[in-house]
């Protein structure tokens, strides 16, 4: 079966834009969570959604936001771009989350975004 | 505060030997941890999920362990290949479908 695909691969922005990033999990996975993943910090969680519901945020600034949509694709958006957005952003997909996952949860390969 | 601390250092071994990653936390009460490989620039794959009623679990290569006294888990790799280098990585989940990961260990398998 098809694993999570994130688009785009790579995004360079400008300071101060705004950016939507997509991830489409796998079939039949209704759970899509986001983390940003940089050198520094390592892998952070930025918020979780299932059947469109926004169930957990990370510590995050009000700037990142997300949304899921009834087929279970969800987009993330990051406005107001600061230097220190540059990351790679992942998506994972599982069916439910939480402590049902006893098989793990599959990563997109990201969203390699840098800001100039 | 919630931590989870992965060897910091890069571990280089001969191909054929055992790899051992370590992976300890604190201020958890995990019912499971998982391990998860990263190749550069791509996402984690997952590898394994043990229970914490579970003192072992193996897969192929693979042999995870936990020790929820000593708040630690253990990640071989046994006959190691050159294929397996990548960097490691250990996840707890809290109760708010967020996984927490450590910083990861960089293995390097050398022919």
Same mark, same amino acid.
């Given at each position: 079966?098809?694993?999570?695909?994130?688009?785009?691969?790579?995004? =360079?922005?400008?300071?101060?834009?705004?950016?939507?990033?997509?991830? +489409? *999990? =796998?079939? #039949?996975?209704?759970?899509?969570?986001?983390?940003?993943?940089? *050198?520094?910090?390592?892998?952070?969680?930025?918020? $979780?959604?299932?059947?469109?519901?926004?169930?957990?945020? #990370?510590?995050? *600034?009000?700037?990142?936001?997300?949304?899921?949509?009834?087929?279970?694709? +969800? $987009?993330?958006?990051?406005?107001?771009? $600061?230097?220190?957005? +540059?990351?790679?952003?992942?998506?994972?997909?599982?069916?439910?989350?939480?402590?049902?996952?006893?098989?793990?949860?599959?990563?997109?390969?990201?969203?390699?975004?840098?800001?100039? | 505060?919630?931590?989870?601390?992965?060897?910091?250092?890069?571990? %280089?071994?001969?191909?054929? /030997?055992?790899?051992?990653?370590? @992976?300890?936390?604190?201020?958890?009460?995990?019912?499971?941890?998982?391990?998860?490989?990263?190749?550069?620039?791509?996402?984690?794959?997952?590898?394994? &999920?043990?229970?914490? %009623?579970? /003192?072992? /679990?193996?897969?192929?290569?693979?042999?995870?362990?936990?020790?929820?006294?000593?708040?630690?888990? &253990?990640?071989?790799?046994?006959?190691?290949?050159?294929?397996?280098?990548?960097?490691?990585? @250990?996840?707890?989940?809290?109760?708010?479908?967020? &996984?927490?990961?450590? /910083?990861?260990?960089?293995?390097?398998?050398?022919?």
């Amino acid at each position: 079966k098809a694993g999570v695909t994130q688009t785009p691969r790579y995004l =360079i922005k400008t300071r101060g834009q705004q950016v939507t990033l997509s991830c +489409s *999990p =796998i079939s #039949g996975h209704r759970s899509v969570s986001w983390y940003q993943q940089t *050198p520094g910090q390592g892998l952070q969680f930025l918020f $979780e959604y299932f059947s469109e519901t926004q169930r957990n945020k #990370g510590n995050f *600034p009000g700037r990142f936001s997300g949304r899921q949509f009834s087929n279970s694709r +969800s $987009e993330m958006n990051v406005s107001t771009l $600061e230097l220190g957005d +540059s990351a790679l952003y992942l998506c994972a997909s599982s069916f439910a989350g939480g402590q049902t996952t006893y098989n793990g949860y599959t990563f997109g390969s990201g969203t390699r975004l840098t800001v100039v | 505060s919630q931590k989870i601390e992965q060897n910091s250092e890069a571990l %280089n071994i001969q191909e054929g /030997k055992t790899a051992t990653l370590t @992976c300890n936390y604190t201020n958890y009460s995990p019912a499971y941890l998982q391990w998860y490989r990263q190749d550069p620039g791509r996402g984690p794959v997952f590898l394994l &999920l043990i229970r914490e %009623n579970e /003192k072992e /679990k193996r897969k192929e290569r693979l042999k995870v362990t936990f020790d929820t006294t000593l708040k630690q888990s &253990l990640f071989h790799i046994t006959a190691s290949q050159p294929a397996d280098s990548a960097t490691y990585l @250990c996840a707890l989940e809290n109760s708010g479908y967020a &996984l927490n990961f450590g /910083k990861g260990t960089s293995l390097l398998v050398t022919p």
